[in-house]
């Protein structure tokens, strides 16, 4: 049998406008029409892979699908050539460069780093008061990253623009290029946060050299890495990636986590108390809201997938969220229970994507989930974070899965 179109495209648009709508929901229904299906985006057609095991050989398998496809081409605007968006041709040689960065003997500092910009942070917020719990998750993950001298206008103007950047690469991979042109007010401020995020990166890479003081933020260790004549076109690029990926993931990881044990008081009351569960919080918050929903590939090479000839130059799509809240492999997929992780030592390969996998898995995945662990099980000890009456928690549509706003009230633990 041939691989099946996903029904309901329009004619021009294709599936653009469930995925602008809701692309989650869009994302979890394809698994009803098989384990490979295709989208039509436009002119555009993409083989979106819904199993696990085809998943999962997809990303191990990493020179015949390649990082590529129109996500990618979005994300290499901003990023350029680094670790996440480089061609399998450069990616070794970027590993083994970045790959000292995440070193565990680095781990200890990282943190103590990101404990004084926790106590920072939480030393604002006022019992009953209102807090703006993304934005707030947002500079702390972001002084790992970046100097301590950063003044904090600047900061938040950074994370103002990465928000517009990783928006506007979701939104521009699924419309044509030929738009980019358009003198729109989206397109303008797309730009205009570009070139002020390029400018504060190239500003915090020329300040590290010229100083001679040793940080133990993570720019710090990846230009140690590089030495003094590493290529600052690459640097710059890897600089960008962190920032984008790092700093955003791990902010919206220990959002989602707050969010769902505010509805939890039993889990929040055994974070506590158990050393062990805040790590099985973040897992099974990276099961239910996975930092990228959805990845794209290119294939290089005429090859076999699901029993299906696929052509060279095939756009491949995988989708954690769709795979990881699949009652096959995860029972009651949509409960959110920490406690379905065991001791959360031992983590299933195929079902649990939210790190890719093979070669190109995340090389800060042990830091990811020890920087969340660190927030989530600091913060619940010293506060509750309670809804506040009448707002409503949705996604935003961008790169990674963000909530759109999430404002709790904080009380005092």
Not at 70 to 87: F, M, Q
Not at 167 to 181: M, N
Request: net charge positive; proline share 7%.
């Amino acid at each position: 049998m041939p691989i099946p179109d996903a029904p309901h495209a329009l004619p021009l648009v294709g599936h653009l406008v469930p995925l602008a709508r809701d692309r989650l929901a869009f994302l979890a229904g394809l698994h009803a029409y098989g384990e490979m299906v295709w989208i039509r985006i436009g002119p555009w057609k993409a083989l979106v892979i819904t199993s696990a095991d085809l998943s999962d050989r997809v990303l191990r398998d990493d020179r015949t699908f390649d990082k590529g496809g129109y996500l990618y081409d979005r994300i290499r605007e901003t990023g350029g050539n680094g670790l996440v968006s480089c061609a399998h041709s450069d990616h070794r040689r970027q590993r083994r460069l970045v790959q000292p960065v995440f070193h565990r003997d680095r781990l200890p500092g990282y943190l103590a780093l990101m404990s004084e910009q926790l106590d920072e942070v939480l030393g604002r917020w006022r019992d009953g008061g209102t807090v703006d719990v993304r934005a707030d998750m947002q500079s702390i993950t972001a002084r790992t990253m970046l100097p301590r001298g950063l003044p904090p206008a600047v900061m938040e103007r950074m994370l103002a623009d990465m928000n517009v950047i990783l928006a506007g690469v979701t939104w521009r991979s699924i419309v044509p290029k030929s738009l980019d042109r358009v003198p729109t007010p989206a397109n303008r401020r797309y730009r205009r946060a570009q070139e002020r995020l390029r400018g504060v990166v190239a500003d915090a890479i020329g300040r590290y050299r010229a100083g001679d003081t040793v940080h133990d933020d993570l720019l710090s260790g990846l230009l140690a890495s590089y030495g003094a004549e590493g290529d600052d076109a690459e640097i710059h690029d890897q600089v960008l990636t962190f920032l984008l990926a790092g700093t955003e993931t791990t902010a919206n990881v220990v959002s989602w986590a707050l969010h769902l044990v505010a509805g939890h008081p039993d889990i929040e009351r055994r974070l506590r108390d158990e050393e062990d569960l805040a790590r099985k919080v973040v897992l099974e918050t990276m099961r239910l809201y996975p930092p990228v929903p959805v990845l794209t590939r290119i294939t290089t090479k005429d090859t076999e997938l699901g029993g299906h000839d696929v052509p060279a130059g095939t756009a491949i799509a995988y989708s954690p969220y769709l795979v990881q809240r699949q009652g096959g492999h995860f029972k009651d997929p949509d409960r959110f229970d920490p406690d379905r992780w065991g001791d959360g030592k031992d983590v299933p390969r195929a079902p649990f994507l939210a790190f890719g996998g093979g070669a190109r898995r995340c090389v800060g995945d042990t830091f990811g989930i020890a920087e969340a662990e660190l927030m989530l099980s600091t913060i619940t000890r010293r506060w509750s974070l309670r809804p506040v009456p009448g707002s409503r928690v949705r996604p935003a549509l961008s790169l990674v899965l963000t909530p759109r706003t999430l404002r709790m009230r904080a009380v005092a633990a």
